[in-house]
């Protein structure tokens, strides 16, 4: 990858010490000249470079590598503003902290933009990335630069190829017949998880068709069971561990046959969670696919099953999930009946597009008194409705979901839903009808694409010898620049006659190298192993390095990649350590997560594609990247989404006047302290600088950014407070809390913070230990104790914050305010939480 450790934006300096620009005390402050003296002094001197042999504790803290479409936006700013305080607020702690950068340079747009221009996807993709690198050194975002990977880069093209064989020869990757969603606008396959509900394609908006085709896939279902039990262990936020739940889709249950009538050679499989409504069986369903769908269809319902089959061709899954659209139009009669097993009695056999082939066995058995779908679609054809659990007596709706009393369900009958689930799995077992079974939502993993630009599949298809991995030695396969791009949804791979015909490694015969692309979240499911040991020419990273560093501490990135990238990397990184690739630290790759709020204009998130981006880069130019970064994180809490508005601007130059004033106040231009000391104004000054310190802390600790800079904005008004007065604190306690409150700002606001230290002491501020509070100066003199009587406050009394239960009582007590609502008799019960509350509760008088 070449000498890449000092992007090309940021020219080294000739020395360690500028002093232009704004760094002369008396002058105003220009972030211009400031912000790229200090962004070429962290690249030059490689201020956040760090290698395994450091001997400080780790930490590994990492923003999702992102796609190259252009400079940064404000979604990219927001993202790396917070990973970049992270960076220098562990640092400044103590850590050794690895903070890598790259490029997930593989993916549609590039293709797309040759198609339309004639501008070949490698030359698009390189220019990309080098205006979004400018945009994220001038926003002083750190990284170690000497680690840069490149998706597209020949090297990791390489290593991924390697590990795709090594997945071959374990058996975990395997080609296959199958439907797939094919994207017409992208012209490619799609996984299930890049279509969305309403079964459009998450890039291009177009509806999604199903195809079938030969497609490759990952054996993820393989480890669908520790991919649920290991998201017990994770710091992430609950709402991403609960769609990978939902996502891998667990559920535990019985599988068991149906007699179908007048075929006895044939059984309809069913599988259900709720053996206990069988009795409420009243008709059964099979996906469009099944394989038993053409004995089942009669004759004369055969013309209504093919026109529902021509109907459900070009429905992908999602859309055949859908709660919305006719039921009468999705589903049809076959002619055929089935006994239900608890019963005797037969039943009708439906085909409708809602079941899926792809999850347990691709049949049903319809219980419309407890399922709400499978109500409506009764209601719809005049099927019968059975209740097997007993609603409340102001139940009103159709379908009851809930628990409660087994009616109408023979043996089962007075028992709870759970005892006549035991009981209905074990009466099947004992028939030797049934089989307790676990299914899973989770589908193979697809990775084959119908494009070019992407990671070459490292097989050939030999006449004689099958389907042959490529030889190591001959790693990697480069995709060749001369081809040609049509719209025609085949890979141009495929009509490159030289790309195309090859010799069979094994055989030496002629055959046919592979023409389909890898998808692009196998490259981004490894990436942060790589940074680890980015230059390692013999393997594809080195597993000292990365026990030395993994896993991940902490991960930044957005929410919608919960079932993409953060599931296909968790199951990649199982992979490499059980085939001996990767150290036991690496098995889940990240420790902590957290996943940022977008940024909305009129309602949508700002994105290229919608037109509607806000460059970062005016702001740069202008009020500069310290201002916008202050406004990033102290909008909104980092999680919720932000709304820009016509009002922005305004904030963030009220931000670039707070830098200005801070700047003043850390070059002494707002007036210096006493020469002597002033007991009660240096007592109440440093007082409230340990307790910021404190509290500064503890919100970066947990996130908390918006307050952390809110309690800056108050430290520096503290500051403020009676300078050059008569009544001004003295220079020592002013000093204290002015490098306090540059110390805190370093890791948010870094230029400024650092110009100002080198001004005030000649060093570099983030090379300074982070401030540590002095509990005693912290903690306050007063707190005040809320009296209350039955819950309402009757009086606020001002006490020592030590004070304890009995004392605390015993003032509250002696309150003649409190005394008023209380009555003569003594109190039915007292309530004490010192230092802040007392609550006596009485009986009315």
């Given at each position: 990858?070449?000498?890449?450790?000092?992007?090309?934006?940021?020219?080294?300096?000739?020395?360690?010490?500028?002093?232009?620009?704004?760094?002369?005390?008396?002058?105003?402050?220009?972030?211009?000249?400031?912000?790229?003296?200090?962004?070429?002094?962290?690249?030059?001197?490689?201020?956040?470079?760090?290698?395994?042999?450091?001997?400080?504790?780790?930490?590994?803290?990492?923003?999702?590598?992102?796609?190259?479409?252009?400079?940064?936006?404000?979604?990219?700013?927001?993202?790396?503003?917070?990973?970049?305080?992270?960076?220098?607020?562990?640092?400044?702690?103590?850590?050794?902290?690895?903070?890598?950068f790259g490029f997930d340079s593989f993916g549609?747009?590039?293709?797309?933009?040759?198609?339309?221009?004639?501008?070949?996807?490698?030359?698009?993709?390189?220019?990309?990335?080098?205006?979004?690198?400018?945009?994220?050194?001038?926003?002083?975002?750190?990284?170690?630069?000497?680690?840069?990977?490149?998706?597209?880069?020949?090297?990791?093209?390489?290593?991924?190829?390697?590990?795709?064989?090594?997945?071959?020869?374990?058996?975990?990757?395997?080609?296959?017949?199958?439907?797939?969603?094919?994207?017409?606008?992208?012209?490619?396959?799609?996984?299930?998880?890049?279509?969305?509900?309403?079964?459009?394609?998450?890039?291009?908006?177009?509806?999604?068709?199903?195809?079938?085709?030969?497609?490759?896939?990952?054996?993820?279902?393989?480890?669908?069971?520790?991919?649920?039990?290991?998201?017990?262990?994770?710091?992430?936020?609950?709402?991403?561990k609960t769609m990978q739940r939902n996502w891998?889709?667990?559920?535990?249950?019985?599988?068991?046959?149906?007699?179908?009538?007048?075929?006895?050679?044939?059984?309809?499989?069913?599988?259900?969670?709720?053996?206990?409504?069988?009795?409420?069986?009243?008709?059964?369903?099979?996906?469009?696919?099944?394989?038993?769908?053409?004995?089942?269809?009669?004759?004369?319902?055969?013309?209504?099953?093919?026109?529902?089959?021509?109907?459900?061709?070009?429905?992908?899954?999602?859309?055949?999930?859908?709660?919305?659209?006719?039921?009468?139009?999705?589903?049809?009669?076959?002619?055929?009946?089935?006994?239900?097993?608890?019963?005797?009695?037969?039943?009708?056999?439906?085909?409708?597009?809602?079941?899926?082939?792809?999850?347990?066995?691709?049949?049903?058995?319809?219980?419309?008194?407890?399922?709400?779908?499978?109500?409506?679609?009764?209601?719809?054809?005049?099927?019968?409705?059975?209740?097997?659990?007993?609603?409340?007596?102001?139940?009103?709706?159709?379908?009851?979901?809930?628990?409660?009393?087994?009616?109408?369900?023979?043996?089962?009958?007075?028992?709870?839903?759970?005892?006549?689930?035991?009981?209905?799995?074990?009466?099947?077992?004992?028939?030797?009808?049934?089989?307790?079974?676990?299914?899973?939502?989770?589908?193979?993993?697809?990775?084959?694409?119908?494009?070019?630009?992407?990671?070459?599949?490292?097989?050939?298809?030999?006449?004689?010898?099958?389907?042959?991995?490529?030889?190591?030695?001959?790693?990697?396969?480069?995709?060749?620049?001369?081809?040609?791009?049509?719209?025609?949804?085949?890979?141009?791979?495929?009509?490159?006659?030289?790309?195309?015909?090859?010799?069979?490694?094994?055989?030496?015969?002629?055959?046919?190298?592979?023409?389909?692309?890898?998808?692009?979240?196998?490259?981004?499911?490894?990436?942060?192993?790589?940074?680890?040991?980015?230059?390692?020419?013999?393997?594809?990273?080195?597993?000292?390095?990365?026990?030395?560093?993994?896993?991940?501490?902490?991960?930044?990135?957005?929410?919608?990649?919960?079932?993409?990238?953060?599931?296909?990397?968790?199951?990649?990184?199982?992979?490499?350590?059980?085939?001996?690739?990767?150290?036991?630290?690496?098995?889940?790759?990240?420790?902590?997560?957290?996943?940022?709020?977008?940024?909305?204009?009129?309602?949508?998130?700002?994105?290229?594609?919608?037109?509607?981006?806000?460059?970062?880069?005016?702001?740069?130019?202008?009020?500069?990247?310290?201002?916008?970064?202050?406004?990033?994180?102290?909008?909104?809490?980092?999680?919720?989404?932000?709304?820009?508005?016509?009002?922005?601007?305004?904030?963030?130059?009220?931000?670039?006047?707070?830098?200005?004033?801070?700047?003043?106040?850390?070059?002494?231009?707002?007036?210096?302290?006493?020469?002597?000391?002033?007991?009660?104004?240096?007592?109440?000054?440093?007082?409230?600088?340990?307790?910021?310190?404190?509290?500064?802390?503890?919100?970066?600790?947990?996130?908390?950014?918006?307050?952390?800079?809110?309690?800056?904005?108050?430290?520096?008004?503290?500051?403020?407070?009676?300078?050059?007065?008569?009544?001004?604190?003295?220079?020592?306690?002013?000093?204290?809390?002015?490098?306090?409150?540059?110390?805190?700002?370093?890791?948010?606001?870094?230029?400024?913070?650092?110009?100002?230290?080198?001004?005030?002491?000649?060093?570099?501020?983030?090379?300074?230990?982070?401030?540590?509070?002095?509990?005693?100066?912290?903690?306050?003199?007063?707190?005040?104790?809320?009296?209350?009587?039955?819950?309402?406050?009757?009086?606020?009394?001002?006490v020592d914050p030590t004070i304890g239960q009995?004392?605390?009582?015993?003032?509250?007590?002696?309150?003649?305010?409190?005394?008023?609502?209380?009555?003569?008799?003594?109190?039915?019960?007292?309530?004490?939480?010192?230092?802040?509350?007392?609550?006596?509760?009485?009986?009315?008088?």
């Open positions: 990858m070449g000498d890449q450790h000092v992007p090309e934006s940021v020219p080294p300096l000739s020395g360690p010490r500028e002093t232009d620009g704004a760094s002369e005390a008396g002058l105003a402050y220009d972030p211009q000249a400031v912000e790229q003296k200090w962004q070429r002094l962290w690249a030059s001197e490689g201020t956040y470079q760090v290698d395994a042999s450091d001997p400080r504790p780790k930490a590994y803290v990492l923003c999702m590598y992102p796609y190259p479409s252009g400079a940064a936006h404000q979604g990219h700013v927001r993202n790396y503003t917070f990973g970049d305080l992270n960076v220098r607020y562990r640092t400044m702690q103590g850590c050794a902290v690895l903070s890598p549609l747009p590039a293709e797309n933009a040759a198609i339309k221009t004639g501008i070949h996807p490698r030359e698009f993709t390189d220019a990309r990335i080098e205006e979004l690198k400018q945009s994220v050194v001038a926003l002083g975002a750190v990284y170690d630069w000497r680690r840069e990977v490149r998706s597209h880069d020949p090297s990791y093209i390489r290593w991924g190829q390697w590990i795709f064989v090594r997945m071959l020869e374990a058996g975990l990757a395997y080609q296959a017949e199958a439907p797939v969603n094919w994207c017409p606008g992208c012209q490619t396959v799609l996984a299930n998880e890049q279509v969305l509900a309403d079964g459009t394609c998450e890039r291009s908006g177009d509806q999604v068709v199903r195809r079938e085709l030969r497609q490759w896939f990952l054996r993820i279902t393989e480890y669908a069971d520790e991919l649920l039990e290991g998201l017990h262990q994770l710091q992430w936020p609950d709402r991403v891998i889709g667990r559920s535990e249950g019985v599988q068991f046959a149906l007699e179908v009538v007048d075929h006895p050679d044939i059984e309809l499989t069913v599988f259900t969670t709720r053996p206990d409504t069988g009795f409420g069986v009243t008709y059964a369903v099979v996906a469009p696919e099944h394989p038993l769908l053409s004995a089942l269809t009669t004759t004369e319902h055969r013309r209504q099953v093919d026109e529902l089959l021509q109907q459900v061709a070009h429905l992908s899954d999602i859309e055949r999930q859908s709660t919305e659209g006719s039921l009468d139009k999705r589903g049809t009669f076959t002619g055929s009946y089935v006994l239900n097993p608890f019963n005797g009695q037969p039943v009708p056999v439906y085909v409708a597009d809602y079941v899926l082939m792809g999850y347990g066995t691709g049949a049903i058995m319809a219980v419309p008194a407890e399922d709400q779908r499978d109500w409506d679609f009764a209601a719809l054809k005049g099927l019968d409705v059975v209740r097997t659990t007993q609603p409340p007596e102001d139940w009103e709706g159709q379908a009851f979901t809930g628990t409660g009393v087994k009616v109408n369900s023979g043996f089962m009958d007075g028992m709870s839903v759970e005892q006549a689930k035991v009981a209905a799995l074990e009466w099947l077992e004992s028939k030797g009808i049934g089989v307790r079974k676990v299914n899973y939502r989770l589908r193979d993993w697809l990775v084959s694409r119908q494009r070019y630009w992407g990671c070459p599949i490292p097989v050939v298809h030999c006449p004689s010898c099958g389907t042959v991995p490529v030889p190591d030695d001959q790693l990697p396969v480069l995709a060749p620049d001369d081809v040609e791009f049509l719209p025609t949804g085949e890979s141009p791979l495929a009509r490159h006659d030289t790309f195309r015909d090859t010799t069979c490694p094994a055989c030496g015969g002629a055959a046919r190298r592979e023409t389909d692309t890898l998808d692009t979240f196998f490259d981004s499911s490894w990436y942060f192993l790589r940074f680890c040991d980015p230059q390692d020419d013999r393997r594809p990273f080195d597993p000292a390095l990365t026990q030395r560093w993994m896993p991940v501490d902490q991960y930044i990135g957005g929410i919608e990649h919960a079932v993409l990238h953060l599931l296909y990397a968790r199951f990649f990184t199982r992979v490499l350590v059980d085939l001996g690739l990767a150290p036991v630290e690496a098995r889940e790759p990240f420790a902590r997560l957290f996943t940022q709020g977008m940024i909305r204009m009129d309602g949508s998130k700002m994105s290229k594609s919608k037109g509607n981006l806000v460059a970062p880069s005016r702001y740069f130019d202008s009020v500069g990247a310290d201002a916008l970064r202050l406004f990033h994180l102290a909008v909104a809490p980092p999680a919720e989404d932000v709304d820009w508005t016509d009002q922005t601007d305004e904030v963030i130059a009220g931000w670039s006047r707070w830098i200005s004033r801070v700047w003043r106040l850390a070059t002494g231009q707002a007036g210096s302290g006493g020469t002597k000391p002033n007991e009660a104004e240096d007592r109440r000054l440093r007082h409230f600088t340990h307790r910021t310190i404190q509290k500064v802390t503890s919100d970066l600790d947990r996130w908390s950014y918006n307050t952390a800079v809110s309690a800056l904005r108050e430290l520096a008004n503290a500051c403020y407070h009676n300078l050059g007065t008569p009544d001004a604190p003295s220079a020592v306690a002013l000093d204290e809390a002015v490098d306090a409150l540059v110390l805190l700002l370093a890791p948010m606001a870094p230029h400024v913070a650092a110009e100002a230290w080198q001004v005030r002491h000649g060093d570099h501020v983030h090379a300074r230990p982070w401030p540590v509070a002095d509990a005693q100066l912290a903690r306050d003199e007063t707190v005040t104790l809320v009296v209350q009587v039955n819950g309402k406050v009757r009086d606020r009394i001002e009995a004392e605390a009582e015993l003032l509250a007590m002696g309150s003649e305010r409190a005394r008023a609502h209380m009555g003569t008799e003594p109190p039915v019960k007292v309530v004490v939480k010192p230092p802040r509350l007392v609550n006596f509760v009485v009986r009315p008088h």
